[in-house]
């Protein structure tokens, strides 16, 4: 169990990594609503006491932790995507945009 706790914890710093990663990439943690930036922090703070704590908590504790962590991290994926469908509508808006403006110059 002692190795599948350590297992579960490297995971949930990973994912986090990748998280933080993705998210720097749509405008980072205040382009967020505020309750999926709450959900971020509370995330976060899971994440540093599995870091700090994990290999005193239960077992139990860990693979609840480890569940908590990805819960949070899908509800804020799922906002993000919208967000990027979001800015990469934009982009192709304004990328439309400018094509009309070029064709009714020539």
């Known amino acids: 169990q002692e190795i599948a706790k ?3 914890v490297n995971r949930a710093v990973r994912e986090w990594n990748l998280f933080i990663e993705r998210l720097d990439q749509v405008g980072g943690r205040t382009s967020l609503p505020q309750n999926h930036a709450k959900q971020v922090d509370t995330c976060e703070s899971i994440v540093d006491d599995l870091i700090k704590n994990g290999p005193s908590f239960s077992h139990e504790k860990v693979v609840s932790l480890g569940c908590r962590i990805k819960e949070l991290l899908d509800g804020v994926y799922s906002e993000m995507n919208k967000r990027k469908a979001l800015l990469d509508g934009m982009k ?4 439309d945009d400018a094509t009309q403006k070029k064709q009714t110059l020539h």
């Open 6 to 8: 350590v297992e579960i």
């Open 92 to 95: 192709l808006l304004v990328l």
